[in-house]
């Protein structure tokens, strides 16, 4: 049973990444420092249960800098950070904990990422990974300890160009979502050893009820998020694969537009569900939720 719920924990994980509600402040309930009169992003707090029991704490944080009206081609800067680790029993049980950052470009609707940095502990081993990007495509990747020289090898150079690292592909599902109000129909991704594509499909809207876990409710908008594995991947491995997640999404007050709620994720180590707890604007302003819930 242990190993059952451990097993899901990571694949629950990883998956968030992808999800959409997993862009996340490093520092909990604390956003993204801004320096612009009028900043703007949002930073949202989620509980994640499996099992019937809360087993992540996950925090998002997007920010963005104004585009340069004197560029002949202006874009917005972002700053995507991701916090993630075990919380609650599962907490005292299963030590995880993984950290993201992105930074990059947001230019006529599409990312264009300019550095990307993971770390991953589990059980006491980490793992770094770093992506520099020259012109949006990736050009050196690092990882401690190393991938090995097979791994690296999975991945067609052909098959980079376009493909973007996890945490800008959260970045750009969400952004277009809340700044067009429309699920994006695909994303190519590239984590540095692997390449995948997530593709989401729009669901009919719901009305969500609350719970004692899930606080939000209200009329939401559906999309559906399941992926296709392209290479790098381990064949008798099932990580991404059978995967879905449906991502409802609502206006709570952040001047950006409707962001994800409400996360219900479908797994072959079984099921899970994201709630939202806790929404901040970008100057830190509270508009869902409560301040502090433990």
């Given at each position: 049973m242990l190993r059952r719920i451990s097993a899901g924990i990571v694949v629950i994980g990883a998956v968030l990444v992808l999800a959409g509600p997993v862009v996340l402040a490093a520092d909990e309930g604390q956003p993204i420092a801004h320096t612009e009169a009028h900043p703007k992003g949002f930073t949202l707090t989620y509980d994640v249960y499996t099992g019937g029991l809360r087993a992540i704490r996950l925090d998002l944080s997007v920010a963005f800098s104004p585009a340069d009206q004197a560029d002949p081609a202006p874009a917005a800067s972002y700053e995507t950070r991701i916090n993630m680790e075990t919380s609650g029993l599962i907490g005292a049980l299963f030590n995880w904990r993984f950290d993201a950052n992105s930074v990059g470009a947001w230019q006529g609707g599409s990312i264009v990422p300019e550095r990307y940095h993971t770390a991953n502990v589990w059980r006491g081993n980490a793992r770094e990974v770093s992506i520099d990007y020259v012109d949006g495509v990736a050009r050196k990747v690092s990882a401690v300890p190393p991938y090995s020289a097979e791994d690296m090898k999975k991945v067609d150079p052909a098959m980079i160009p376009g493909a973007i690292d996890p945490t800008s592909a959260v970045t750009s599902l969400v952004l277009t979502s809340a700044l067009e109000g429309r699920c994006q129909p695909q994303t190519a991704i590239y984590d540095?050893?692997?390449?995948?594509?997530?593709?989401?499909?729009?669901?009919e809207a719901e009305i969500l009820k609350p719970s004692s876990e899930a606080p939000f409710a209200g009329k939401a908008e559906?999309?559906?998020?399941?992926?296709?594995?392209?290479?790098?991947?381990k064949p008798d491995k099932k990580r991404l694969q059978d995967f879905e997640v449906d991502i409802w999404q609502a206006d709570i007050g952040v001047d950006?537009?409707?962001?994800?709620v409400r996360l219900e994720l479908s797994t072959p180590w079984g099921n899970g569900?994201?709630?939202?707890?806790?929404?901040?604007?970008?100057d830190g302003a509270l508009v869902f939720g409560k301040a502090d819930r433990d």
């Open positions: 540095g050893r692997r390449r995948y594509d997530a593709k989401l499909e729009t669901l559906g999309c559906k998020l399941s992926f296709k594995r392209i290479a790098g991947f950006d537009g409707r962001v994800p569900f994201a709630h939202l707890i806790r929404a901040r604007a970008a």
